[in-house]
């Protein structure tokens, strides 16, 4: 299958700072990409679809001021966690999307902790 | 809201068993059925996957049984192995949409 890939794999950060990670489709060209969080033994919690050019769509009850999300090119996406504060700590994965066969492929994931 | 409901939430199967895991749905404009497998600090990769026009698919070990009238999808993984210890997810999407997800099955393989 296609390979997405995320950086950085894991981070740690002070309260009241901002983390970006990045989300690159390596092999295919994704108009869409998605961004969940993970916590622990539960499942994938959709937070918000990205579509390259335009402006993501967030699922309710996530604060589109604190997940900055930017999908500037087909292959790009990059989730902004600002002014962190330890509850957001959790694991991100994101995936991109097969224009073509509509197929999700996810990325290794984010493990945030915030300190 | 739980659209894809995933049972059981852990299973312990012994090595060359059958592990058997259930998902049941209500909208009937899913036409998608996803399975995908995470191992512990990675991201879910995809298993198998099953459109509802068939009523099975096999990849190797990996089997999904489909009952649309039911509304029931199902995960079989023959003669399992330690291996296939992992998370699995099922998973449903109404054509491009994005993925509603189960809540996930930890399966544990014992040697």
């Known amino acids: 299958g296609a390979v997405v890939s995320q950086h950085p794999s894991w981070v740690i950060c002070k309260s009241g700072t901002s983390v970006k990670i990045e989300c690159r489709s390596l092999d295919f060209q994704a108009t869409t990409m998605f961004w969940y969080r993970q916590f622990p033994k539960q499942s994938l919690m959709l937070m918000a679809t990205?579509?390259?050019?335009?402006?993501?769509?967030?699922e309710q009850g996530v604060e589109k001021d604190k997940f900055l999300i930017n999908h500037a090119s087909l292959t790009l996406s990059t989730l902004t966690v600002t002014s962190a504060h330890p509850e957001d700590s959790s694991f991100y994965i994101c995936s991109a999307r097969d224009p073509e066969l509509y197929e999700q492929y996810f990325g290794p994931g984010t493990r945030l902790t915030v300190t | 809201q739980q659209q894809v409901k995933q049972s059981p939430q852990s299973l312990i199967v012994q090595k060359g068993g059958i592990s058997i895991i259930n998902c049941a749905y209500e909208?009937?404009?899913?036409?998608?059925f996803p399975w995908y497998q995470q191992f512990p600090g990675k991201g879910p990769a995809l298993l198998i996957a099953i459109r509802p026009d068939v009523s099975e698919k096999k990849e190797g070990r990996f089997t999904i049984s489909f009952n649309k009238s039911a509304k029931q999808f199902s995960l079989h993984i023959m003669d399992s192995q330690p291996g296939d210890s992992a998370t699995y997810f099922c998973a449903a999407r109404v054509g491009s949409d994005d993925m509603r997800f189960g809540a996930g099955t930890r399966l544990t393989v014992k040697p």
């Open positions: 990205s579509n390259e050019g335009s402006k993501a769509t967030y």
């Open positions: 909208n009937t404009a899913f036409d998608y």
